[in-house]
T-cell receptor
């Protein structure tokens, strides 16, 4: 079945530095890859997503890149700020099913 | 619009008790999902539904049941609560994942089984 792995599990950066989180998936037919941010005590919220027909997408300080051949995608946050501190989840929607599954999460801490 | 609403927000159950976690959405979404999030862990898919009357198992369905009698509601049933079901449960909904709309999550239900 579909599987998604996410690394690292924790990431600490200095304010202003960049942060990169990577995910790999198993189903080559997967076609949708969202990234969610979860703040303490709240439900996850979408921050950016990418579809399988696109290699890169950017929204201000956030970007996502997709390598379909290698079956991995990454979240890039530039010029990090303390309010970026949260848990980030990558998601994968299978090509043949309607399941939306998630990685194990990355706890990002931005040190002021 | 209220979005995705989950009730209750918190609940303590004794081993062997049963309960239903409620989830309702007012966005006319076709797809609905139930996830559990264990402490320090990721989101694991329990069950999902692609429309009224249709449900499918996710990654960790054992010990749970769901129904989808209406588009709006997707309740999750625990029949015999066990300590291993202590977790935070999230419900989510979307039109068609990956095609124009994001999946919206509720605020979660924190369940403790003692």
């Amino acid at each position: 079945g579909e599987n998604v792995e996410q690394h690292p599990s924790t990431l600490s950066v200095q304010e202003g530095d960049s942060a990169v989180i990577k995910c790999t998936y198993s189903d080559s037919a997967s076609n949708y890859f969202p990234w969610y941010k979860q703040e303490l005590g709240k439900g996850p919220q979408l921050i950016i997503d990418i579809r399988s027909n696109v290699g890169e997408k950017k929204d201000q300080r956030i970007a996502v890149t997709l390598n379909k051949t290698a079956k991995h995608f990454s979240l890039h946050i530039t010029e990090t700020q303390p309010e970026d501190s949260a848990v980030y989840f990558c998601g994968v929607k299978g090509g043949a099913t309607n399941k939306l599954i998630f990685g194990t999460g990355t706890l990002l801490a931005v040190q002021p | 619009n209220a979005g995705v609403t989950q009730t209750p927000k918190f609940r303590i159950l004794k081993i062997g008790q049963s309960m239903t976690l409620q989830c309702t959405q007012d966005m006319n979404h076709n797809y609905m999902y139930w996830y559990r999030q264990d402490p320090g862990m990721g989101l694991k898919l329990i069950y999902y539904s692609v429309g009224a009357g249709i449900t499918d198992k996710g990654e960790v369905p054992n010990g749970y049941n769901v129904s989808r009698s209406t588009t709006e509601d997707f309740p999750l049933r625990l029949e015999l609560a066990a300590p291993s079901q202590t977790s935070v449960y999230f419900c989510a909904s979307t039109f068609i994942p990956g095609q124009g709309t994001e999946a919206f999550f509720g605020q979660g239900t924190r369940l403790t089984v003692v």
